[in-house]
Structure formats: C-alpha cells, structure tokens
C-alpha cells in the first residue's frame, strides 16, 4: 500500500462521506471499476482490427507459426 494525497471538490466529498465511511476502499473500488472499464473499451475497440486484411485471423496466425524460423513447441524462437 501507498499513501497519496488527492484534490477533491467539497461536494464529491461530502456525498462519499455518505456513501462509505472509508474513503480510502471507496477510492480504490472506483478506481478498479474505471480502469476496467476503460481496459474493456480498449478491447471492444480492437475487435475486427483484422477485416480488412484478405485472409481471416485463424490463416494469418497459422502462417505465422509454419515459419520456419520458430519453433514453438520447444519455447524458443
């Protein structure tokens, strides 16, 4: 753990003290459910990043392992 400090309007304030009277967990509750939602619209966001190439995804990652210069069964590459 890490003690920070933070700037917060009063308002914001005043209605977490009614929320919760653990500041701090409230905070990191909040924080955890924002950093996922962005981590979700980073991957919703790459969803069909690979249409516009000529061959479906499946294709391309089996031409890529058939390279003859990794082996991946062995971990090396």
């Known amino acids: 753990m890490i003690r920070t ?10 209605e977490s003290k009614i929320v919760s009277d653990n500041f701090s ?4 509750d909040a ?4 950093l996922r939602t962005i981590k979700i619209k980073k991957a919703m966001a790459s969803f069909g990043s690979w249409e ?3 061959k479906d995804s ?7 392992r058939e ?3 990794r082996n991946y069964a062995d971990g090396s590459r």
């Open 5 to 14: 400090s933070i700037t917060l309007p009063d308002d914001l304030l005043q």
């Open 52 to 54: 516009d190439r000529g």
């Open 58 to 64: 499946v294709d391309i990652v089996k031409e890529l």
């Open 31 to 34: 924080l955890r459910m924002y």
């Open 25 to 28: 967990a409230l905070v990191a």
């Open 67 to 69: 390279d003859g210069d």
